[in-house]
């Protein structure tokens, strides 16, 4: 698996799974959400009701998966997940809806790359809790009606603007996940270190939270880079001197950027002079789709005052040129 980046092996969502917390109380951080949450529960509890449709927007690692499975946890129903790519033609969602069980939670990741005809589909599941199912083909091709029983449709999206408008009003509560602050990361790298039986002593992971990107999913899995360094070159105790090192062998650097942050970074500075350079040139030059530059990389550069987003394109702030240790040209852009 990458160090930093979006992909997980097999052994790593075995321990991801393992670290998440399973109730809105055990989750930390996003304190508005989790009490707009919490009250869109009780409500529906009170009435013996599903809960209404969720749309959850925010970048990856953030903790939108964990959040649909609390819902299913502290609605006492199971849980299903499904993602975007995963349905390729609508029959693969209508497999999914006619077999959906009364209250179920169904999380949908990536629900924005969700094929057109399949998006369709989900309208009038999500609507009138039904499907029309097609039977044959061409002329002879009838629509057979199946009513679904309520469930609770649990939507992940980078950023609820890539989804088209009827799709986005068919949710009843729309949250979204923020960035964590260094403070919050050194909570979850503190519950994560309990739970792996971890010894992490409070410069460690000020050290790890420091290097997160703001981002939970990496901190967590910092640390367990750092728990192997600390276990085969010292005596297994995560300081904030072993953190520093461990984290150099891997090549995380001092803020945490990952590949493509630094790629975006390099890019803008070393083939566009710091530009302004719009997103789409800039995506190219990265080799990555428009959308994962906007909504993975640049979400963080920003926080961390490297990018400026202007009405002109990308724009390398000074402290970009100085982290890729080069020196502001005389005609940098602000
Ligand atoms: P997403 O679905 O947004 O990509 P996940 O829900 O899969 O993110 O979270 C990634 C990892 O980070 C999980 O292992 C989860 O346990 C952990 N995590 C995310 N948010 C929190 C949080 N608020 N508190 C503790 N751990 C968290």
């Known amino acids: 698996a990458r160090l930093v980046g979006g992909g997980a092996d097999a052994d790593e969502r075995a321990v991801e799974a393992a ?145 088209p408008g009827p799709l986005r009003d068919r949710f009843g509560f729309t949250g979204h996940l923020e960035l964590y602050e260094p403070k919050e990361l050194e909570q979850v790298l503190y519950r994560s270190a309990g739970l792996l039986s971890v010894e992490l002593r409070e410069d460690g992971a000020r050290e790890i939270a420091g290097r997160s990107r703001g981002t939970p999913r990496i901190a967590n899995r910092l640390l367990r880079r750092v728990r192997d360094f600390a276990e085969v070159r010292a005596d297994a105790v995560v300081t904030g001197d072993i953190a520093r090192a461990a984290l150099e062998v891997f090549e995380v650097d001092e803020i945490g950027l990952d590949r493509l942050d630094r790629a975006v970074l390099a890019a803008l500075c070393k083939n566009f002079g710091g530009g302004p350079v719009g997103l789409g040139t800039l995506a190219v030059a990265v080799a990555e789709e428009r959308e994962t530059v906007e909504e993975v990389a640049e979400p963080f550069l920003v926080r961390a005052g490297l990018l400026a987003r202007t009405p002109r394109g990308r724009v390398a702030t000074p402290a970009a040129w100085a982290h890729l240790g080069m020196t502001v040209p005389q005609h940098a852009p602000f």
């Open 19 to 163: 670290l998440r917390p399973r109730t809105l109380g055990e989750f930390i951080g996003q304190e508005r959400l989790r009490e707009q949450l919490s009250l869109v529960l009780d409500a529906a509890r009170g009435r013996g009701r599903s809960a209404d449709h969720i749309l959850l927007s925010g970048p990856p690692g953030l903790g939108k998966t964990t959040l649909a499975m609390i819902v299913a946890t502290e609605m006492g129903v199971p849980l299903r997940i499904t993602s975007g790519p995963a349905i390729q033609h609508a029959g693969d969602l209508a497999a999914i809806l006619s077999s959906i069980s009364e209250g179920e939670v169904l999380f949908f990741d990536e629900i924005h790359r969700t094929a057109r005809p399949a998006e369709e589909l989900l309208y009038t599941a999500m609507e009138d809790f039904r499907v029309d199912v097609v039977v044959g083909k061409g002329p002879g091709a009838t629509a057979i009606p199946l009513e679904l029983p309520p469930f609770t449709l649990v939507g992940a999206t980078t950023r609820t603007g890539l989804l």
